[in-house]
């Protein structure tokens, strides 16, 4: 059955056969030939939810006995690191593993350490005698390949380092970053996995001199645009009760109150009316996660202002994958001002994540039907882009859903975003030529009195 929109303040407007209709589906008759990005497709795309971790959660080594086993002997550097002793024979078996856990717990070990291509450990804290080391050594399962250590750590001085790093509060901006931490038997050090710069983790290095090693990693919570809660991202997938239907559009970017730096998400004004409660589109077209509720809208910039109940319900990644299943995002760290020739990037939650796109017009102003506009020359057009020369034309355009979508371009590394504008439509006219219609960052922040969130 047909879902259509019934906000009074926006009429859905279509000139051609969009992706998800049929030919017997009325169309609407407009004069410019505009074509809003409002569409909800009524061929579902089925998607797989992520498991929701927390991003900044330890991932602490457990005591719990790991279901796989591993046959290899320790390396020099991991036999250099602390004093120990090995029995080589075999892979240990699943009743091994179990004996092995019994065998730490009752000699009070720091635990049981297996990783692929490397030997188990079995790691005793600081200060075990070597009579005990020898009771444990007597007590492996006959033929086991394990190797008995002796920390530098006492159990309470890694409880002690797990918390001060996930309590991130040695710097006032470790927050802004992913941690985990996690003990490696084999090195005899613990670990921290984080995507933050040498100079956030210095305090924690100085605090712990030569019983750490950072990691270069990400650490974030496994979500992608139908599964994700707070904090929420740029290009999530958004859905809504308007009137009968339940219209799709996509969030944009974090921003916050220039005066009291409240937090809201973007996304257009032609998707929702002031006060509607927005929630997350899972990827059966169901309402998942409150998103928040619109609370200022802007007929200027096709642009409006979610806010939540809380202070940090938004953040300042966007989601940057090219399918429906796909968890890849990037932060924010900047603004990117718009000129023509400038090729951008787009990331809605119907047709993902697609660049190349080139800007064709940077000073554009379009009014849909009804109020809303992006006036006074505050919009810009960006085509479709592609790879078949002479035309370059074969390149993704956005679909019905798109809508308030963060358009950007990336740093030379690929991993920050710079923020050009916000996804608001499509022109087509009577050849079939379609240009995507952005608004402007820079005209959106000055005309609702908000600035990016970036880091």
Known sequence: MK????????????????????????????????????????????????VLVAGAAALVASLAVPTSSF??????????????????????????????????????????????????????????????????????????????????????KLDQIQTKVTARKWNSDADKYGFA??????????VVHTDAPASITKPLRDAYPGALELRPSRVVPQVDRFSDAQPFWGGTALIAHVGNGAPWCSSGITVKNRVTDHLYMTTAAHCFPTLTHVYNRRADASFGNWTGQVVQRSSNTDTELMSTSTPVG??????????????????VHGIQTTYDGLKVCVSGSVSYNHCGHPISNDHFSVCYSGNICIRDGKGFLYDRGGTNWPTYNNGTLTQGGDSGAPIYTLDTTGSAAYIAGLHSGIQEDACCTAKMIGVKAIEVFADLAVGPVTR
């Open 3 to 50: 879902e259509t929109i019934s906000d009074p303040e926006y009429r859905l407007e279509e000139c051609f056969q969009p992706r998800g209709r049929t030919a017997a589906d009325p169309v609407l008759d407009p004069p410019l030939f505009w074509k809003d990005e409002n569409l909800i497709p009524e061929q579902r795309r089925m998607r797989l939810a992520g």
């Open 71 to 156: 046959a290899a002997t320790p390396t020099s550097s991991s036999m250099a690191a602390a004093s120990s002793s090995t029995v080589h024979s075999k892979a240990p078996n699943q009743v091994n593993w179990k004996d092995l856990a019994k065998l730490s717990t009752s000699h009070h070990a720091l635990g049981l350490f297996g990783r692929d291509g490397s030997s188990p450990v079995l790691a005793l804290p600081v200060g075990t005698s070597a009579s005990e080391k020898a009771k444990v050594k007597a007590q492996l399962p006959a033929g086991a390949d394990v190797t008995i250590k002796t920390s530098r750590f006492s159990e309470s």
């Open 181 to 190: 931490v996690e003990y490696d038997a084999g090195a005899d050090k613990m």
């Open 314 to 331: 938004y953040g300042s990644d966007i989601f940057d994958g090219g399918t429906s299943t796909s968890t890849s995002h990037i932060f």
